[in-house]
């Protein structure tokens, strides 16, 4: 691990009060350096997740976490923060980082001022650059581009050692020839004890004009000095599988003359070549007549090909040197005192993306990692179509039955959402050897990560209902088998459908269409799922169980998409997600239930992720959304009086109170803070005192108290409440805390929700309506049967789950089917019986059930005893 691992790991419920008693101890061995903090305690008071730190090693291993009141063991590196009056400044050992503080002397523009390593300053002026044009080009015209570059507005230390520091840079995008400011961003400069690199966080909100502004770049740019003689200067480029284009900026390979085996092996390793007058005279008195090759570029425009092309100078032809498939996004310039390596993890599922090398004859070339290509097409952010003439709500609820896209005139709009990218900088003391940069691919791409195992995030009680993987019996072997093969086939499906891109990356698309045989892109509400029945909950809890590393990069990977993009973080919508949609932002329903934490929270405590934590926090008055942005307006029964009341705001107790839920959960854990824990223990009181608990459906929020009027007297239910996050986070407080009513509340809903119709009538009055998709509700059946001990409620469970009503999957029916062209564009797999609700709630459904009445499954076949 060079670049050091931060992660996240649960404490025991009322074991350890704060972090200083912490240690990591090797397993087997003694206690080795780490750094600890809180990152959400239990109710009370105790530690429930802690971050933690290791500096760099080359001998990672198998660590346990340990409550020791000896002294710590004697830390030989650490990371070493200073402050002057302008400037910041982080020493690893063998990096030295330096910041301008705000108002310092200069542009403004640099992120980081200067990388040095040792006595030898390897980049300078790191900053970001980006480019506008403000129409759009068909048929291959050009239009004008406008230069944009940072501005940086605030720089703060997040945390300060002594193995890890974090440094938050703020800042907007600002004209180069003019004063308009867009495009704010925040990077985050992540440093580690011992490491030659540097981890950035960047992320960029869109806040532009659709019709006005087309984004046509993207990037990340340094100043690199150079030294050395053009012969002992080197590029080198990351390409597909392993990979390495490694040039010198002047060649002395393959001449007409042979400068010697010596020079030529020297110039192959990247060492300094033996001094000019060891050489063949025929080559150094000639060396002035081979071409030095100045600038060079890799372009990745799709996630299947890159080139590679590099020229003499501006204003003369660009050569091609090099092509394949999908390029590691990396790229050094070096000489023999040091230089500046830049990688983009996911470069390639992100693309289009770009690594320039421009002007490496010279005392100070530019290195640039494009996260959106300048040779790609401009980002096009305007809405898709015309509106189709669906100008009022009765319209729009008509096309909702021929493509199931919920539109309405100006709600397709992108302002507000964002992108997260992840780039490491390398301080290079020399060229670095081929087989070590390809490790450094690695090390980008795939970083290491420590991880709590199974057992112990089941032992310490979090996250509600789930268990590790059991197969002791065939009925769990064979649901096991059943999820594997979800997994798998979901796991396959990102790449044979290419669901990569940049604003794309992480998602999955919602339902497929057989007749193609392709998943429904072009649909309206078919295409990209945006979260939809909780696929994000259904990775993370089969990460939980398996501990698969390949399961965590897939939900890592949604987890950054659909807390950004899907997800608006400035202008009218803050706060509130998009319903699914052929593009991701362009659905009417802007909803709590896209935006819920419960999707975010789990990769925040196994990662310690700052970003996250950033999108966590912000969503704290997300209720306040209630007043402008209903989200029922078009159905709701009394749409002709009802109008937004700070004092009496219509507020589902499914899918918006279970987003709320959530919210004031994440942030009291997190905070401690008073506000969200009264707002959430308090509606959870109101919701056991309502005389119908959660039956009642919606009721009236006070946004000023932050309590429900407990005296609505109705019932109400809707198949869509419990399969956004509400089954997870009721789990999870009904184990936390203790509330009058509201376990109660649950359990009846839970009861109720698949009884029959007489069970119901006599229970509320009258029959349940809008009872559907039984098979992902046999988990609140199964919950009821938890709390109770009643066998017959968990016979009921597992006959929903097996197929009553309206069910998803049979565990028996997943069959994959494999078709080739010319029947499709290229081969790939299918299973008809599936959509991502139906796998996202099957897979929860049997993951809970599994969990909570497992020992109760019945056999199968002609035996319904339970095993």
């Known amino acids: 691990m060079p670049g050091g691992v931060t992660w996240g790991s649960p404490l025991p419920r009322g074991r350890v009060a704060s972090t200083d008693a912490l240690r990591l101890s090797e397993v087997g061995g003694g206690l080795v350096a780490a750094q600890f903090w809180p990152l959400a305690t239990w109710p009370d008071g105790s530690l429930k997740w802690v971050g933690a730190a290791l500096g760099a090693t080359d001998r990672p291993g198998d660590y346990e976490i340990v409550v020791d009141d000896s002294a710590a063991p004697a830390n030989p590196i650490r990371v070493d923060v200073r402050r002057g009056a302008a400037e910041l400044t982080l020493d690893t050992g063998p990096l030295q980082i330096e910041f301008d503080l705000p108002g310092a002397p200069g542009d403004g523009a640099a992120v980081i001022r200067r990388m040095r390593r040792g006595d030898a300053v390897v980049a300078e002026h790191i900053h970001l650059v980006s480019l506008v044009q403000h129409e759009w080009a068909d048929d291959g015209e050009t239009a004008p581009r406008h230069r944009y570059r ?49 981890r950035l966080v960047h992320s960029v909100v869109w806040d532009g004009r ?10 990340l740019r340094a100043e690199v000095p150079l030294r050395a003689p053009l012969h002992d200067r080197h590029v080198r480029v990351a390409g597909a599988d392993g990979g390495i284009f490694a040039e010198a900026v002047r060649g002395v390979t393959g001449l007409r003359r042979d400068p010697g085996h010596e020079v030529r092996a020297a110039q192959i390793a990247g060492r300094a070549t033996p001094p000019l007058d060891t ?51 990396l790229v050094s310039l070096t000489d023999t005192g040091g230089g500046y390596g830049v990688g983009v993890r996911s470069f390639w599922q992100s693309h289009p993306g770009q690594l320039d090398v421009r002007g490496a004859t010279g005392d100070r070339a530019t290195v640039t990692a494009w996260l959106h ?47 997260t990218h992840e780039l490491t900088l390398f301080g290079y003391g020399a060229t670095p050897a081929t087989a070590d940069l390809a490790d450094d691919v690695v090390q980008l791409q795939r970083p290491p990560l420590l991880q709590p195992t199974p057992a112990h995030l089941h032992g310490a009680g979090v996250f509600g209902d789930w268990a590790p993987v059991d197969r002791s019996t065939p009925a769990r072997a064979e649901i096991e088998d059943s999820l594997d093969f979800l997994l798998e086939h979901y796991l396959g499906q990102v790449d044979q459908r290419r ?54 990069r897939f ?7 659909t807390g950004e993009v899907d997800v608006y973080h400035l202008g009218r919508w803050a706060g509130l997600g998009s319903r699914h949609n052929v593009q991701h932002w362009g659905c009417s329903a802007k909803q709590l239930r896209i935006s819920s934490p419960i999707y975010r929270r789990i990769f925040h405590y196994l990662t310690a992720d700052e970003r996250v934590g950033d999108l966590l926090r912000e969503l704290r008055h997300s209720d306040e959304r209630f007043l402008d ?23 589902g107790l499914g899918t918006d109170w279970g987003a709320l839920a959530a919210t004031w959960l994440t942030d009291w854990e997190r905070t401690g803070d008073a506000w969200s824990r009264d707002r959430l223990l308090g509606t959870m009181a109101d919701i056991g005192a309502l005389p119908h608990g959660f039956l009642t459906g919606e009721a009236l ?107 998803l999957l049979h565990r028996r029916d997943l069959r994959r089917t494999r078709v080739l062209p010319p029947h499709v564009l290229n081969p790939v797999d299918e299973v008809p019986s599936i959509s991502t609700n139906d796998a996202a709630q099957y897979g929860l459904a049997a993951i809970q059930n599994l969990a909570l009445i497992g020992h109760l499954l019945p056999r199968g076949g002609d035996e319904d005893e339970p095993v």
Request: proline share 4%.
């Open 150 to 198: 940072s501005r940086v507005r605030a720089v703060e230390v997040e945390q300060e050692g002594p193995v890890r520091a974090v440094v938050r840079v703020e800042g907007v995008h600002r004209q180069t020839a003019g004063d308009r400011e867009w495009l704010p961003f925040t990077v985050r400069v992540v440093a580690t004890a011992g490491s030659d690199r540097l």
């Open 210 to 219: 659709a019709e006005r502004d087309f984004l046509a770049g993207l990037g």
């Open 279 to 329: 050489w063949d005279p025929a080559v150094a008195d000639r060396l002035h007549l081979v071409p030095a090759w100045a600038d060079l570029t890799l372009t990745q425009l799709s996630a299947d090909g890159f080139a590679i092309r590099k020229r003499t100078a501006p204003g003369h032809a660009w050569i091609d040197a090099g092509a394949g498939t999908r390029a590691d996004g």
């Open 373 to 419: 290509s300048p040779e790609a097409p401009p980002m096009d952010m305007r809405f898709y179509h015309d509106g189709l003439g669906q100008d009022d709500y009765a319209s729009q609820l008509d096309a909702l039955e021929i493509t199931y896209e919920d539109y309405e005139p100006g709600f397709g709009d992108a302002h507000g959402v964002a992108r």
């Open 499 to 552: 669901w990569y891109g940049f604003w794309n990356y992480g998602d999955v698309m919602h339902a497929y269409d057989l007749d193609r045989h392709v998943w429904r892109y072009d649909v309206g509400g078919y295409a990209w799922d945006n979260s939809e029945l909780s696929p994000d909950l259904w990775l993370w809890y089969s990460y939980l169980r398996t501990g698969r590393a390949d399961v965590f």
């Open 555 to 561: 939900a890592e990977a949604m987890t950054r998409h």
């Open 629 to 651: 942005t209903d989200p029922t307006r078009k159905v709701r029964p009394d749409a002709a009086t009802y109008r937004p009341d700070r004092g009496a705001l219509a507020v």
């Open 701 to 807: 929020y006070d946004l000023d108290t932050g309590r429900f009027d407990t005296r609505r007297d109705r019932v109400a239910v809707s198949h869509l409440s419990a399969v956004f996050g509400l089954v997870e986070v009721c789990s999870e407080l009904i184990d936390l805390v203790e509330v009058p009513g509201f376990a109660s509340a649950w359990e009846q809903y839970c009861r109720l929700y698949l009884a029959t119709a007489a069970e119901q009538e006599a229970a509320v009055g009258r029959p349940l309506t809008g009872i559907h998709l039984e098979q992902a509700h046999s988990r609140l059946a199964a919950h009821a049967a938890a709390r109770t001990g009643d066998a017959s409620l968990a016979a009921l469970a597992w006959q929903a789950f097996e197929g009553m009503g309206e069910w």
